[in-house]
């Protein structure tokens, strides 16, 4: 059991290499599909500086 006396269900049972496996091919359809979101590098290099901002944030107070 883990903490709280509850034991782990489903996707967080698995072991760690089947969660992989089976969170890759999701990855793989959505690709496939057309229903991925691909960044650019420009959206990429925003999400990093407003990842970078909030984690600086919450050192200053």
Known sequence: ???AGRE???FAAMDPEKQRRIASKGGKAAHQSG???E???EEAA???R???RASA???TS
């Open 1 to 3: 059991m883990t903490e």
């Open 57 to 59: 944030r919450s050192r």
């Open 39 to 41: 960044f650019t590098s």
């Open 35 to 37: 229903r991925a979101h």
């Open 50 to 52: 407003k990842g970078g």
């Open 8 to 10: 782990r269900r489903g």
């Open 46 to 48: 925003e999400a990093g």
